[in-house]
């Protein structure tokens, strides 16, 4: 059995232009849809290229302006050093600035002779040399008065060593290099601009501050340490009773009494108590030596003597003669 189907005419006429159609469209589509889309591919990469570049002109440009503010702050500390920089009229007067401050910090000038000069491209350096004599915190004074001088001076080759035998003890040489900077004007000078953007009183002369020295109690390193202060007073010591708790001092001579040839002593002592004496006996400070038919020796130890080794001989007599020491001290 055999089907058969009958296209319509009209549309076999009408498939035709439908895929010529479609293939119009395709064909379109490949052609400007495609090509749109590469170029905005490549658009879009130019645009971040851009934008890459716009970075970093914007950091070049931050970087020109912190050296543009850097310049100008370079410029105002040279026109300030300009002026804190002596001219040549007052180097002139460097020596005597040395002698002054020498002489109001105690120290005696010993020699000063000016050194050649040193040429720089700004400035120049003028050195003097020194040979001070003095006391080691009188050269702290002195290099104190140096810092306060108008024209800036530089301390340079400092030696420090014992004075000859004509000078004080404990004094000190001081051989050194006083350099003075001085400015050398250039054809054209550099001026602050006025817009630099710092503050006003920047751009004003540097001064310098002075530098006081202060000893502040402290000793002198060369010299000898002073002797240490005295201590104070022992707290007195308690004695021990009878006898031993008995100074010499304080014994009283009373009576000898003689048994088989050796003698004993009769003597009061503090609070009148009565003690009897042999020879031997300690005491707070001595002890018996001797006792004789007349008296009693007796070994006392020195009065503020700390090491007990000092000791002094003290005769007591019973019946002593006119002008002899008896019982009394």
């Keep these: 059995?055999?089907?058969?189907?009958?296209?319509?005419?009209?549309?076999?006429?009408l498939g035709i232009p439908m895929g010529l159609g479609g293939l119009v469209l395709g064909l379109g589509w490949y052609l400007f849809v495609s090509g749109y889309g590469a170029e905005i591919e490549l658009r879009r990469g130019q645009l971040e290229a851009l934008s890459r570049e716009v970075g970093q002109g914007a950091g070049l440009e931050q970087?020109?302006?912190?050296?543009?503010?850097?310049?100008?702050?370079?410029?105002?500390?040279?026109?300030?050093?300009?002026?804190?920089?002596?001219?040549?009229?007052?180097?002139?007067g460097l020596p005597g600035h040395l002698q002054e401050a020498a002489a109001a910090s105690g120290l005696k000038v010993k020699g000063i002779r000016k050194m050649p000069a040193q040429e720089g491209e700004t400035f120049s350096r003028e050195p003097h040399g020194l040979v001070l004599?003095?006391?080691?915190?009188?050269?702290?004074?002195?290099?104190?008065?140096?810092s306060g001088l108008g024209p800036i001076v530089s301390l340079e080759d400092l030696r420090i060593a014992a004075a000859g035998s004509e000078d004080p003890l404990h004094t000190l040489t001081a051989d050194l290099?006083?350099?003075?900077?001085?400015?050398?004007?250039?054809?054209?000078?550099?001026?602050?601009?006025?817009?630099s953007g710092l503050p006003a009183d920047s751009a004003s002369p540097a001064r310098q501050t002075a530098?006081?020295?202060?000893?502040?109690?402290?000793?002198?390193?060369?010299?000898?340490?002073?002797?240490?202060?005295?201590?104070?007073?022992?707290?007195?010591?308690?004695?021990?009773?009878?006898?031993?708790?008995?100074?010499?001092?304080?014994?009283?001579?009373?009576?000898?009494?003689?048994?088989?040839?050796?003698?004993?002593?009769l003597a009061?002592?503090?609070?009148?108590?009565?003690?009897?004496?042999?020879?031997?006996?300690?005491?707070?400070?001595?002890?018996?030596?001797?006792?004789?038919?007349?008296?009693v020796v007796f070994s006392e130890r020195v009065e503020g003597d700390d090491t007990g080794k000092r000791t002094r001989r003290v005769v007591r007599k019973l019946h002593p003669a006119p002008g002899e020491a008896g019982n009394g001290n």
Excluded at 1 to 13: A, E, N
Excluded at 133 to 146: E, M, P, T, V
Excluded at 271 to 293: A, H, N, P, Q
């Design 63 to 92: 970087q020109l302006q912190e050296r543009s503010s850097r310049n100008r702050g370079l410029v105002s500390k040279l026109a300030s050093l300009e002026a804190a920089l002596p001219e040549e009229e007052a180097a002139m």
């Design 177 to 195: 290099t006083a350099v003075l900077h001085r400015y050398r004007p250039a054809a054209d000078k550099v001026e602050a601009p006025a817009d």
């Design 1 to 13: 059995m055999t089907l058969t189907t009958q296209v319509p005419p009209w549309l076999q006429h």
């Design 211 to 265: 530098y006081p020295y202060r000893a502040r109690g402290r000793r002198d390193p060369f010299g000898l340490p002073r002797a240490p202060a005295p201590l104070p007073p022992a707290a007195p010591t308690a004695r021990p009773l009878g006898l031993k708790g008995q100074r010499v001092s304080e014994l009283k001579l009373v009576g000898l009494v003689e048994a088989g040839g050796e003698y004993t002593a």
């Design 133 to 146: 004599a003095g006391a080691y915190h009188d050269l702290g004074g002195f290099c104190g008065r140096l």
């Design 268 to 295: 009061t002592g503090r609070r009148d108590r009565s003690f009897l004496l042999k020879k031997g006996d300690r005491l707070f400070d001595g002890r018996v030596l001797e006792i004789g038919g007349d008296g």
